[in-house]
């Protein structure tokens, strides 16, 4: 290393607790930074997630944060990503964790199926990292390949432990009770009123990954997040030509509706395909003293003591709020994965909860001259009053229930005239939402919603 490389690594203004030097920005959320750094007396690069307080306390995240760090100190395996040591100043967080630089699974995923191999190895590597959560009472309940990195090696490593949950969140019977993950991922249980199986709910997710890795696209399809569900409840999809027979049949024994009948992981490890080649990872609990967290000792939150934005038995199927949020202003539509027609942007995200959300639809339609033609809890249909060049414009409102004062819209056409329901949207309907409408899809004058 060069002397004025070496003098711009001592640069004060990029260097922080005397100990590593900030990099550049690897990503964005809401509420925090991830900075590629480098440790300036071993040389090591890492990523360090820069979190402001005064964020968590106002998006309510403080428990989930908690959560994060709690779960990343109890487990050290070498598919998950090592959390290395947490501090805080007084606005800040900082978590110093493993430097995995090679993407996201979701990006190879992205590009189209994988060979039958290659899928193989990254499904007993997921396996293998679940499996030691699991043994240490962890379920991580937003397994996605959005949440898979791959190290220079090409090797998995587990990430966002942010929705996972601790023993100590399990009801008396085991079960936990809190509804969350990401739509097409979801266990069909999951989106029930029941207490649920953490572990089992993870193995559904499990088998959505491992359909994707070998399809190119997610098993449960169609043109709306109720269809999806509806799918997947009935355990309805179908395998293209290329799979082999072993894998469809652990793919098939995984997306079982019943949790009681779906592969355990001893179930997984002893099946065929899974076993070519499976050479069992080493893990073991981190002890806490281990990890240097400054003295903090959760000390750095104890000044947000807010209570955690938590979905406790919505009356219907919900949207992860942390996704909606991200897919609906900057971040990327996961929909466009698992959708099969184009869709129009007539989706929102309301701060008022869905009986109110039902109430405004109902006096859009008389102020407009609609005509409801059929309505349940949740769901209303609607027809306009002229007939237009393909008859009647209709069109079908879904309402999903986020938390009790969140709401997630979507509009889809039923008939009439595309151009003529696209015109109706735009210059009548959107007016007529402004006073409930928090944000549009697609929009880029949103205000900033986080």
Known sequence: MDQEKEQSFKNPRNIIFNKYEMGKVLGQGNFAKVYHCRNLSTNESVAIKVIKKEKLKKERLVKQIKREVSVMRLVHHPHVV????????????????????????????????????????????????????????????????????????EDLKVSDFGLSALPEQRQE????????????????????????????????????????????????????????????????YQFPEWISPQAKTLISNLLIVDPKKRYSIFDIMNDPWFQIGFVRPIGFSTNESSIEDNDTNFDFMEDLDVPELIMTKPSRPFYNAFEIISSLSHGFDLRNLFETRKRLPSTFISKFSASSVLMKLEEMAKKLNFRITGKNEFVVRMEGATEGRKGKVAMMVEVFEVAPEIAVVEFFKCGGDTMEYVKLCDEQVRPSLKDIVWSWQGDTNNDDIS
Not at 103 to 127: C, M, N, P
Not at 177 to 192: D, F, I, M, N, S
Not at 194 to 215: E, H, N, P, R, T
Request: hydrophobic letters at 40%.
């Open 173 to 236: 019977d085991g079960m936990l009770l809190t509804p969350c993950g990401t739509p097409a991922y979801v266990a069909p249980e999951v989106l029930k009123k029941k207490g649920y199986d953490g572990s089992k709910a993870d193995l559904w997710s499990c088998g959505v990954i491992l359909y994707a890795l070998l399809c190119g696209y997610l098993p449960f399809q169609g043109e709306n997040v109720m269809r999806i569900y509806r799918k997947a409840f009935r355990g309805e």
């Open 82 to 153: 090592e959390l290395k040591e947490v501090m805080a100043t007084k606005r800040k967080i900082f978590l110093v964790m493993e430097y995995v630089k090679g993407g996201e699974l979701f990006t190879k995923v992205e590009k189209g199926k994988l060979k039958e191999d290659v899928a193989r190895k990254y499904f007993q590597q997921l396996i293998s990292a679940v499996d030691f959560c699991h043994s240490r009472g962890v379920t991580h309940r937003d397994l996605k390949p959005e949440n898979l990195l791959l190290d220079e090696n």
